[in-house]
């Protein structure tokens, strides 16, 4: 198992050149410290999953990450270079949560969108052919390209939710940042989300996305980050996606029971189950180690 305890040291990066997260320490202006030396790396090429409870420092890092919020320890490095240099260069988009956004003010899909071309415009901000492409391309990616003339406020959440993805398409960004971008959504617009986000995978994207929808994280996370203050444990899902990391990473907080009998099964599988789950979607796991459930034919990849 690849479980670590909180890292003292700097992680030796054996991640290539993706993101680098190393004693990150965040401590808040009110003296709250959110975040206690946190270290992890993740390669491109890659999804991994944010998982911690409400207020276990999720936003805080991605905030780290983008440059909001100062490190009062550690360091950041993305695609190799230190924070402030890879936002220079646009290298890292963000895909907020709806709620972090005022719906009051009128604006157009597609300028939204388009909002995401800004890093690669000069100073007065006019759009050129290039961008107007790239804001075209990335609606027609996430299936919004009929909404681009309606107002962003008039938008159902999952329509929001796949608008704030076809803007960090537009930015180019190589590594993505998603906070919760399942919550509030159908399971067609999840699927359809988690399909665009294996294709960014395959062009070497790094995608982290934080999620409380823990049944989907085995599905199509590579690698897993669990957060409680600091990272309890991090690397590939198949080892740290345990049943009993994830009790410890959400300290009883957890809705969770275990199901026995003969008469749940419709197959010769007479393992224990355990439901474990933070939001709508449980994570099963099966016996008494608490394995992930194996994939059967037919199931969703
Ligand atoms: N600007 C701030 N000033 C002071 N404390 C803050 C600030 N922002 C967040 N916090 C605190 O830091 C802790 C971590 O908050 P954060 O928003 O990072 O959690 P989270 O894991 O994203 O939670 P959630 O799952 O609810 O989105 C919380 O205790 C929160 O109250």
Redesign the pocket.
Known sequence: MNERAPSRGPVSSDAGQGLAVSNATVT???G?T?LRDASFAIPTGTITALV??????????FKAIMGFVRLAQGEISILGQPVERALKQNLVAYVPQSEDVDWNFPVLVEDVVMMGRYGHMGMMRIPRHADREAVAAALARVGMSDFRKRQIGELSGGQKKRVFLARALAQDGRVILLDEPFTGVDVKTEDAIIKLLRALRAEGRVMLV?T?NLGSVPEFCDRTVL?NRTVLAHGRTEEVFTQANLEKTFGGVLRHFVLGGAGLHEDDDRRRLAVITDDERPVVFYGENGHMKQKRSGERE
């Open positions: 808040y202006r009110n709250h959110a911690g409870v409400n207020g276990s420092g999720k936003s805080t890092l934080s409380h957060l």
